[in-house]
Protein backbone atom coordinates (compact mmCIF):
# COMPACT_ATOMS: atom_id res chain seq x y z
CA UNK A 1 0.00 0.00 0.00
CA UNK A 2 0.98 3.29 -1.14
CA UNK A 3 0.47 6.12 1.51
CA UNK A 4 1.71 9.51 1.70
CA UNK A 5 3.97 10.49 4.54
CA UNK A 6 2.45 11.40 7.89
CA UNK A 7 4.55 14.02 8.89
CA UNK A 8 4.57 17.28 6.14
CA UNK A 9 7.51 18.53 5.32
CA UNK A 10 8.03 22.96 5.57
CA UNK A 11 8.29 22.93 1.75
CA UNK A 12 4.94 21.27 0.85
CA UNK A 13 3.44 23.10 3.84
CA UNK A 14 4.45 26.85 2.49
CA UNK A 15 3.48 25.78 -1.08
CA UNK A 16 -0.16 24.86 0.02
CA UNK A 17 -0.40 28.20 1.86
CA UNK A 18 0.75 29.88 -0.57
CA UNK A 19 -0.63 29.23 -3.55
CA UNK A 20 -4.06 30.62 -3.72
CA UNK A 21 -7.06 28.42 -4.93
CA UNK A 22 -8.14 30.71 -7.47
CA UNK A 23 -5.19 30.18 -9.35
CA UNK A 24 -5.52 26.81 -9.87
CA UNK A 25 -8.03 25.13 -12.36
CA UNK A 26 -11.79 24.54 -10.87
CA UNK A 27 -11.21 20.63 -11.05
CA UNK A 28 -8.20 20.60 -9.38
CA UNK A 29 -7.48 21.59 -5.92
CA UNK A 30 -3.72 21.65 -3.93
CA UNK A 31 -4.02 20.18 -0.49
CA UNK A 32 -5.27 22.49 2.11
CA UNK A 33 -4.53 20.99 5.85
CA UNK A 34 -2.48 18.41 7.13
CA UNK A 35 -5.54 15.56 6.81
CA UNK A 36 -5.53 15.89 2.99
CA UNK A 37 -2.09 15.43 2.98
CA UNK A 38 -2.20 12.28 4.98
CA UNK A 39 -4.60 10.72 2.20
CA UNK A 40 -4.05 7.31 0.77
CA UNK A 41 -3.52 6.12 -2.92
CA UNK A 42 -3.94 2.86 -1.98
CA UNK A 43 -8.04 2.58 -2.92
CA UNK A 44 -7.38 3.79 -6.57
CA UNK A 45 -4.21 1.14 -6.82
CA UNK A 46 -6.60 -1.62 -5.22
CA UNK A 47 -9.10 -0.71 -8.76
CA UNK A 48 -6.82 -0.55 -10.86
CA UNK A 49 -3.76 -2.90 -10.58
CA UNK A 50 -5.25 -6.08 -11.40
CA UNK A 51 -5.59 -4.67 -15.18
CA UNK A 52 -1.45 -4.27 -14.93
CA UNK A 53 0.46 -7.21 -16.41
CA UNK A 54 3.67 -8.56 -16.59
CA UNK A 55 5.41 -9.42 -20.26
CA UNK A 56 7.41 -12.37 -20.18
CA UNK A 57 9.08 -12.45 -23.54
CA UNK A 58 11.33 -15.05 -24.93
CA UNK A 59 13.35 -15.35 -27.86
CA UNK A 60 15.90 -18.77 -29.26
CA UNK A 61 19.07 -16.61 -30.48
CA UNK A 62 21.46 -18.77 -32.78
CA UNK A 63 25.29 -18.06 -31.84
CA UNK A 64 27.46 -18.87 -34.55
CA UNK A 65 30.46 -21.24 -33.98
CA UNK A 66 33.53 -19.77 -35.00
CA UNK A 67 34.93 -22.58 -36.08
CA UNK A 68 31.61 -23.60 -37.94
CA UNK A 69 32.71 -25.38 -41.60
CA UNK A 70 36.39 -24.94 -41.17
CA UNK A 71 37.40 -28.13 -42.44
CA UNK A 72 40.62 -28.05 -40.71
CA UNK A 73 39.00 -28.28 -37.29
CA UNK A 74 36.09 -30.12 -37.78
CA UNK A 75 38.73 -32.76 -39.28
CA UNK A 76 40.90 -32.22 -35.94
CA UNK A 77 37.74 -33.12 -33.96
CA UNK A 78 36.40 -35.51 -36.26
CA UNK A 79 32.99 -34.14 -36.38
CA UNK A 80 30.78 -30.82 -37.80
CA UNK A 81 31.04 -28.27 -35.19
CA UNK A 82 27.06 -26.91 -35.36
CA UNK A 83 26.55 -23.52 -34.16
CA UNK A 84 25.09 -23.03 -31.16
CA UNK A 85 21.13 -21.96 -29.98
CA UNK A 86 20.40 -19.85 -26.67
CA UNK A 87 17.16 -18.68 -24.97
CA UNK A 88 16.82 -15.19 -23.90
CA UNK A 89 14.59 -13.92 -21.94
CA UNK A 90 13.34 -10.04 -21.64
CA UNK A 91 11.25 -8.56 -18.93
CA UNK A 92 8.26 -5.77 -19.49
CA UNK A 93 4.75 -4.55 -18.51
CA UNK A 94 1.07 -4.42 -19.71
CA UNK A 95 -1.61 -3.01 -19.65
CA UNK A 96 -5.06 -4.74 -20.14
CA UNK A 97 -7.69 -2.42 -22.37
CA UNK A 98 -10.30 -5.22 -23.33
CA UNK A 99 -12.22 -7.59 -21.53
CA UNK A 100 -11.41 -10.14 -23.41
CA UNK A 101 -7.73 -9.98 -23.31
CA UNK A 102 -6.44 -7.16 -25.16
CA UNK A 103 -3.05 -5.70 -23.60
CA UNK A 104 -1.23 -2.74 -24.59
CA UNK A 105 2.49 -2.96 -24.17
CA UNK A 106 5.84 -1.96 -26.01
CA UNK A 107 6.73 -2.97 -29.33
CA UNK A 108 10.30 -3.14 -28.09
CA UNK A 109 9.54 -5.39 -25.09
CA UNK A 110 8.23 -8.39 -27.55
CA UNK A 111 10.09 -7.91 -30.43
CA UNK A 112 11.96 -10.64 -31.88
CA UNK A 113 10.08 -13.39 -29.20
CA UNK A 114 9.14 -16.66 -29.67
CA UNK A 115 7.29 -17.26 -27.15
CA UNK A 116 5.02 -14.62 -24.98
CA UNK A 117 3.53 -14.74 -21.49
CA UNK A 118 1.68 -12.50 -19.17
CA UNK A 119 1.41 -12.70 -15.03
CA UNK A 120 -1.63 -10.69 -13.41
CA UNK A 121 -1.40 -9.44 -10.21
CA UNK A 122 -2.75 -12.21 -8.48
CA UNK A 123 0.03 -14.79 -9.94
CA UNK A 124 -2.01 -16.59 -12.90
CA UNK A 125 -0.08 -16.65 -16.02
CA UNK A 126 -1.41 -17.33 -20.26
CA UNK A 127 0.27 -17.68 -23.08
CA UNK A 128 -0.38 -14.61 -25.82
CA UNK A 129 -0.69 -14.13 -29.30
CA UNK A 130 0.49 -10.46 -30.95
CA UNK A 131 -2.29 -9.02 -32.89
CA UNK A 132 -0.29 -6.12 -33.90
CA UNK A 133 2.68 -4.20 -33.53
CA UNK A 134 4.89 -1.51 -34.79
CA UNK A 135 8.12 -0.38 -34.27
CA UNK A 136 7.89 3.42 -35.51
CA UNK A 137 5.32 4.22 -32.66
CA UNK A 138 6.81 1.38 -30.55
CA UNK A 139 3.74 -0.13 -29.37
CA UNK A 140 1.99 -3.84 -29.40
CA UNK A 141 -0.82 -5.49 -28.70
CA UNK A 142 -1.46 -8.91 -28.09
CA UNK A 143 -4.51 -11.25 -27.30
CA UNK A 144 -4.51 -13.16 -23.87
CA UNK A 145 -5.17 -16.86 -24.69
CA UNK A 146 -7.88 -17.63 -22.30
CA UNK A 147 -11.88 -17.58 -22.51
CA UNK A 148 -12.34 -15.56 -19.17
CA UNK A 149 -13.11 -11.91 -18.33
CA UNK A 150 -10.27 -9.82 -17.50
CA UNK A 151 -10.07 -6.62 -15.13
CA UNK A 152 -9.81 -3.27 -17.47
CA UNK A 153 -8.31 0.12 -17.05
CA UNK A 154 -10.26 2.74 -18.42
CA UNK A 155 -8.60 5.36 -20.84
CA UNK A 156 -8.52 8.97 -20.42
CA UNK A 157 -8.00 11.91 -22.89
CA UNK A 158 -4.79 12.41 -22.84
CA UNK A 159 -5.45 16.09 -24.19
CA UNK A 160 -6.92 16.92 -21.05
CA UNK A 161 -3.50 15.79 -18.87
CA UNK A 162 -2.04 19.19 -17.91
CA UNK A 163 1.48 19.98 -16.20
CA UNK A 164 1.66 19.30 -12.64
CA UNK A 165 -1.27 16.84 -12.22
CA UNK A 166 -1.01 13.85 -9.69
CA UNK A 167 -0.15 10.36 -11.66
CA UNK A 168 0.74 6.61 -10.37
CA UNK A 169 2.92 4.85 -12.37
CA UNK A 170 2.64 1.22 -12.20
CA UNK A 171 4.76 -1.82 -13.78
CA UNK A 172 7.53 -4.49 -12.91
CA UNK A 173 10.52 -2.83 -12.38
CA UNK A 174 13.87 -4.99 -12.95
CA UNK A 175 11.18 -7.83 -12.87
CA UNK A 176 11.01 -7.25 -8.41
CA UNK A 177 6.98 -7.48 -9.29
CA UNK A 178 4.31 -4.99 -9.73
CA UNK A 179 5.50 -1.72 -8.21
CA UNK A 180 3.72 1.36 -7.85
CA UNK A 181 5.46 5.09 -7.62
CA UNK A 182 3.88 8.06 -7.66
CA UNK A 183 4.82 11.66 -9.28
CA UNK A 184 3.14 14.06 -11.27
CA UNK A 185 3.24 15.41 -14.98
CA UNK A 186 6.11 17.14 -15.27
CA UNK A 187 6.12 18.83 -19.10
CA UNK A 188 3.88 17.35 -22.47
CA UNK A 189 4.71 17.11 -26.11
CA UNK A 190 8.40 16.35 -25.86
CA UNK A 191 10.01 14.91 -28.87
CA UNK A 192 14.39 13.47 -29.81
CA UNK A 193 13.09 10.86 -27.05
CA UNK A 194 13.67 7.50 -28.98
CA UNK A 195 15.17 6.51 -32.49
CA UNK A 196 11.76 5.99 -33.84
CA UNK A 197 9.66 8.67 -35.84
CA UNK A 198 7.23 9.03 -33.00
CA UNK A 199 8.13 12.23 -31.48
CA UNK A 200 5.28 13.07 -28.64
CA UNK A 201 5.48 12.21 -25.12
CA UNK A 202 4.24 12.83 -21.45
CA UNK A 203 7.16 13.51 -19.37
CA UNK A 204 6.56 12.48 -15.83
CA UNK A 205 9.03 12.21 -12.70
CA UNK A 206 7.60 9.32 -11.47
CA UNK A 207 9.81 6.80 -10.82
CA UNK A 208 10.28 4.50 -14.18
CA UNK A 209 13.01 1.93 -14.42
CA UNK A 210 13.95 -1.20 -16.90
CA UNK A 211 11.13 -3.90 -16.68
CA UNK A 212 8.60 -0.87 -16.08
CA UNK A 213 8.18 -0.29 -20.29
CA UNK A 214 4.45 -1.14 -21.43
CA UNK A 215 2.91 -0.20 -17.83
CA UNK A 216 0.26 1.99 -17.00
CA UNK A 217 0.56 5.66 -16.00
CA UNK A 218 -2.51 6.56 -14.98
CA UNK A 219 -4.59 10.12 -13.51
CA UNK A 220 -6.53 10.25 -10.26
CA UNK A 221 -9.66 9.03 -11.40
CA UNK A 222 -7.94 5.53 -12.30
CA UNK A 223 -7.51 5.93 -16.20
CA UNK A 224 -4.71 5.53 -18.46
CA UNK A 225 -3.40 8.46 -19.65
CA UNK A 226 0.05 6.90 -21.34
CA UNK A 227 2.21 4.27 -21.76
CA UNK A 228 5.33 4.43 -19.88
CA UNK A 229 8.14 4.03 -22.85
CA UNK A 230 11.70 5.43 -22.06
CA UNK A 231 13.25 6.99 -19.16
CA UNK A 232 16.06 9.72 -19.20
CA UNK A 233 19.06 8.16 -17.73
CA UNK A 234 22.76 7.97 -17.88
CA UNK A 235 23.17 4.65 -14.98
CA UNK A 236 19.74 3.05 -16.12
CA UNK A 237 18.05 3.95 -13.35
CA UNK A 238 15.50 6.37 -12.64
CA UNK A 239 17.01 9.72 -11.98
CA UNK A 240 13.09 11.06 -12.11
CA UNK A 241 12.48 12.20 -15.65
CA UNK A 242 10.58 9.40 -17.62
CA UNK A 243 8.24 9.19 -20.81
CA UNK A 244 4.60 7.61 -21.71
CA UNK A 245 2.91 7.61 -25.06
CA UNK A 246 -0.73 9.51 -24.76
CA UNK A 247 -3.65 7.77 -24.12
CA UNK A 248 -4.94 9.18 -27.14
CA UNK A 249 -2.74 7.37 -29.56
CA UNK A 250 -3.10 3.88 -27.86
CA UNK A 251 -6.75 4.17 -28.35
CA UNK A 252 -6.24 4.75 -32.32
CA UNK A 253 -3.17 1.85 -31.96
CA UNK A 254 -6.13 -0.48 -30.21
CA UNK A 255 -8.40 0.27 -32.33
CA UNK A 256 -6.75 -0.72 -35.29
CA UNK A 257 -6.11 -3.88 -33.44
CA UNK A 258 -9.38 -4.81 -32.71
CA UNK A 259 -10.64 -3.81 -36.58
CA UNK A 260 -8.04 -6.91 -37.54
CA UNK A 261 -4.94 -4.63 -39.42
CA UNK A 262 -2.25 -6.21 -39.89
CA UNK A 263 -0.56 -2.85 -39.89
CA UNK A 264 -0.76 0.22 -37.96
CA UNK A 265 -1.15 2.88 -41.18
CA UNK A 266 -0.94 6.75 -40.61
CA UNK A 267 -2.30 9.53 -42.70
CA UNK A 268 -0.21 10.19 -45.59
CA UNK A 269 0.23 14.05 -45.89
CA UNK A 270 2.73 14.19 -49.30
CA UNK A 271 4.76 16.76 -47.70
CA UNK A 272 8.10 17.36 -45.74
CA UNK A 273 8.03 19.71 -42.41
CA UNK A 274 11.28 21.16 -39.88
CA UNK A 275 11.16 22.69 -37.14
CA UNK A 276 10.34 26.23 -36.64
CA UNK A 277 13.37 28.88 -35.64
CA UNK A 278 13.61 32.21 -34.01
CA UNK A 279 14.01 33.60 -38.11
CA UNK A 280 11.22 31.85 -39.28
CA UNK A 281 8.90 33.41 -36.56
CA UNK A 282 10.07 36.22 -37.51
CA UNK A 283 10.00 36.58 -40.84
CA UNK A 284 5.71 35.37 -40.44
CA UNK A 285 4.81 37.31 -37.19
CA UNK A 286 4.86 34.44 -34.85
CA UNK A 287 5.21 35.05 -30.86
CA UNK A 288 6.80 32.17 -30.38
CA UNK A 289 9.30 29.67 -32.56
CA UNK A 290 6.77 26.87 -32.62
CA UNK A 291 5.05 24.83 -35.16
CA UNK A 292 5.66 22.82 -38.18
CA UNK A 293 7.70 24.46 -40.94
CA UNK A 294 6.37 23.34 -44.54
CA UNK A 295 9.92 22.48 -46.81
CA UNK A 296 8.75 20.55 -49.69
CA UNK A 297 5.24 19.31 -50.80
CA UNK A 298 4.38 16.07 -53.26
CA UNK A 299 3.01 17.08 -56.23
CA UNK A 300 -0.81 15.41 -56.48
CA UNK A 301 -0.41 14.45 -52.66
CA UNK A 302 -3.16 16.05 -50.03
CA UNK A 303 -1.27 18.59 -48.88
CA UNK A 304 -0.46 19.76 -52.62
CA UNK A 305 -4.46 19.15 -53.34
CA UNK A 306 -5.26 21.26 -49.32
CA UNK A 307 -2.83 24.22 -50.40
CA UNK A 308 -0.09 23.54 -48.34
CA UNK A 309 3.38 26.04 -49.56
CA UNK A 310 6.67 25.50 -48.71
CA UNK A 311 7.50 28.05 -46.73
CA UNK A 312 4.12 28.19 -44.69
CA UNK A 313 3.65 27.46 -41.00
CA UNK A 314 1.36 25.16 -39.59
CA UNK A 315 0.11 25.80 -35.89
CA UNK A 316 -2.48 23.91 -35.07
CA UNK A 317 -4.74 20.67 -35.87
CA UNK A 318 -8.60 21.13 -35.59
CA UNK A 319 -7.93 24.19 -33.05
CA UNK A 320 -4.89 22.27 -30.83
CA UNK A 321 -1.48 24.11 -31.51
CA UNK A 322 1.36 21.90 -32.93
CA UNK A 323 4.49 22.38 -31.03
CA UNK A 324 6.91 20.98 -33.72
CA UNK A 325 6.52 18.85 -36.72
CA UNK A 326 6.46 15.24 -34.03
CA UNK A 327 3.26 17.15 -32.56
CA UNK A 328 1.84 17.54 -35.94
CA UNK A 329 1.95 14.12 -36.79
CA UNK A 330 0.92 13.23 -33.58
CA UNK A 331 -2.67 14.75 -33.79
CA UNK A 332 -3.10 14.07 -37.62
CA UNK A 333 -2.66 10.09 -36.67
CA UNK A 334 -4.88 10.73 -33.31
CA UNK A 335 -7.40 12.50 -35.59
CA UNK A 336 -8.42 9.84 -37.33
CA UNK A 337 -8.02 8.00 -41.26
CA UNK A 338 -11.21 8.40 -43.49
CA UNK A 339 -11.28 12.10 -41.78
CA UNK A 340 -11.09 15.17 -42.47
CA UNK A 341 -8.51 18.18 -40.10
CA UNK A 342 -8.15 21.59 -40.10
CA UNK A 343 -5.24 23.29 -40.31
CA UNK A 344 -4.37 26.56 -39.31
CA UNK A 345 -1.27 28.00 -41.20
CA UNK A 346 0.81 30.98 -40.92
CA UNK A 347 1.76 32.61 -43.89
CA UNK A 348 4.02 35.95 -44.70
CA UNK A 349 0.09 37.26 -45.48
CA UNK A 350 -1.54 36.36 -42.40
CA UNK A 351 -3.26 33.29 -41.04
CA UNK A 352 -5.57 30.93 -43.18
CA UNK A 353 -7.28 27.92 -42.23
CA UNK A 354 -6.90 24.37 -44.65
CA UNK A 355 -8.88 21.46 -45.07
CA UNK A 356 -6.82 17.74 -45.00
CA UNK A 357 -7.77 14.44 -46.26
CA UNK A 358 -6.38 11.70 -44.01
CA UNK A 359 -6.12 9.00 -45.84
CA UNK A 360 -3.46 6.13 -46.07
CA UNK A 361 -0.52 6.61 -48.82
CA UNK A 362 -1.31 4.86 -52.22
CA UNK A 363 0.66 2.38 -53.75
CA UNK A 364 0.75 4.15 -56.97
CA UNK A 365 3.16 1.60 -58.58
CA UNK A 366 2.75 -2.33 -57.82
CA UNK A 367 5.59 -2.95 -55.38
CA UNK A 368 6.87 -6.01 -57.32
CA UNK A 369 9.20 -7.56 -54.80
CA UNK A 370 11.69 -9.64 -56.28
CA UNK A 371 15.27 -11.54 -54.65
CA UNK A 372 18.03 -11.05 -56.82
CA UNK A 373 20.10 -14.31 -57.77
CA UNK A 374 22.52 -15.26 -60.05
CA UNK A 375 26.51 -15.12 -60.36
CA UNK A 376 26.59 -10.93 -59.25
CA UNK A 377 27.32 -8.52 -56.60
CA UNK A 378 23.74 -7.54 -56.28
CA UNK A 379 22.59 -11.79 -55.15
CA UNK A 380 20.76 -11.70 -52.02
CA UNK A 381 19.18 -8.45 -52.72
CA UNK A 382 15.54 -8.13 -52.26
CA UNK A 383 14.32 -5.17 -54.20
CA UNK A 384 10.62 -3.49 -54.86
CA UNK A 385 9.19 -1.00 -56.10
CA UNK A 386 8.67 2.27 -54.72
CA UNK A 387 5.70 4.32 -54.12
CA UNK A 388 4.33 6.77 -51.67
CA UNK A 389 2.87 3.69 -49.20
CA UNK A 390 6.21 1.93 -49.42
CA UNK A 391 8.39 4.67 -48.79
CA UNK A 392 6.26 5.66 -45.69
CA UNK A 393 6.71 1.70 -44.50
CA UNK A 394 10.57 2.42 -44.98
CA UNK A 395 10.23 5.44 -43.26
CA UNK A 396 11.94 7.47 -46.13
CA UNK A 397 10.94 10.46 -47.91
CA UNK A 398 7.42 9.63 -49.81
CA UNK A 399 8.49 11.54 -53.04
CA UNK A 400 11.13 8.63 -53.83
CA UNK A 401 11.03 6.98 -56.70
CA UNK A 402 12.94 4.00 -58.56
CA UNK A 403 13.93 0.74 -56.74
CA UNK A 404 14.88 0.45 -53.19
CA UNK A 405 16.64 -2.37 -51.04
CA UNK A 406 13.84 -3.74 -48.98
CA UNK A 407 16.10 -7.26 -47.07
CA UNK A 408 19.56 -7.99 -47.51
CA UNK A 409 20.41 -12.00 -47.30
CA UNK A 410 22.99 -12.66 -44.60
CA UNK A 411 26.55 -13.94 -45.74
CA UNK A 412 25.57 -12.81 -49.42
CA UNK A 413 27.34 -11.31 -52.42
CA UNK A 414 25.30 -8.00 -51.50
CA UNK A 415 25.89 -7.95 -47.78
CA UNK A 416 29.51 -8.82 -47.88
CA UNK A 417 29.58 -5.56 -50.38
CA UNK A 418 27.59 -3.55 -47.45
CA UNK A 419 24.36 -3.10 -49.34
CA UNK A 420 21.76 -1.99 -46.50
CA UNK A 421 18.20 -2.06 -46.71
CA UNK A 422 16.81 1.29 -47.86
CA UNK A 423 19.04 2.04 -50.11
CA UNK A 424 17.61 3.16 -53.78
CA UNK A 425 19.74 1.64 -56.67
CA UNK A 426 19.97 4.46 -58.96
CA UNK A 427 21.54 3.21 -61.90
CA UNK A 428 23.60 0.69 -63.12
CA UNK A 429 26.62 1.38 -65.65
CA UNK A 430 24.86 4.87 -66.40
CA UNK A 431 21.40 3.37 -67.21
CA UNK A 432 18.63 4.51 -65.04
CA UNK A 433 17.16 2.12 -62.56
CA UNK A 434 13.55 2.30 -62.83
CA UNK A 435 11.71 -1.19 -61.94
CA UNK A 436 13.33 -4.36 -60.47
CA UNK A 437 11.64 -6.34 -63.97
CA UNK A 438 13.98 -3.70 -65.61
CA UNK A 439 17.19 -4.61 -63.13
CA UNK A 440 16.59 -8.34 -63.44
CA UNK A 441 16.88 -7.76 -67.40
CA UNK A 442 20.49 -5.47 -66.69
CA UNK A 443 22.00 -8.42 -64.91
CA UNK A 444 20.98 -10.84 -67.40
CA UNK A 445 24.81 -9.56 -69.12
CA UNK A 446 27.20 -9.81 -67.09
CA UNK A 447 29.55 -7.12 -68.28
CA UNK A 448 32.46 -8.55 -65.83
CA UNK A 449 32.76 -4.90 -64.43
CA UNK A 450 29.71 -3.40 -62.54
CA UNK A 451 29.59 0.87 -62.04
CA UNK A 452 26.15 1.29 -59.82
CA UNK A 453 25.20 4.41 -58.10
CA UNK A 454 22.84 4.40 -54.98
CA UNK A 455 21.22 6.88 -52.92
CA UNK A 456 21.52 5.93 -48.92
CA UNK A 457 20.39 8.48 -46.23
CA UNK A 458 19.95 11.21 -48.65
CA UNK A 459 23.47 11.21 -50.31
CA UNK A 460 24.47 9.58 -53.17
CA UNK A 461 27.22 7.03 -53.22
CA UNK A 462 29.10 5.59 -56.61
CA UNK A 463 30.64 2.11 -55.98
CA UNK A 464 32.64 0.24 -58.60
CA UNK A 465 32.38 -4.17 -58.69
CA UNK A 466 34.02 -7.02 -60.59
Known amino acids: ?212 SGGALMNMNGELIGINTAIFSRGGGSNGIGFAIPANLVKVFLAAASEGKTSFERPFVGASFDAVNSDVAEALGLKTARGALVTRVVEGGPADKAGLKPGEVVTAVNGISVEHPDALGYRLTTAGLGRQAVLTVQTADGQRQVNLALNTAPETTPRDERLIEGRNPFAGLRVANLSPKLATELRIPAEKTGVVVTDVTRNSPAARLGFEPKDILISLNGTAVTSTKGMETMLDDDPGFWRVEIERGGQRIRQFFR
Open 1 to 212: MLTMPKCVTTGFLALALLMPVAAVAQDKVVPQSRQEMQLSFSPLVKQTAGAVVNVYAERVVQRLNPFAGDPFFEQFFGQRMPNRSEKQSSLGSGVILAADGLVVTNNHVIEGADDIKIALADGREFPCDVVLKDESVDLAVLRIKSKEHFPVLPVADSDRVEVGDLVLAIGNPFGVGQTVTSGIVSALARNQITTGDFGFFIQTDASINPGN
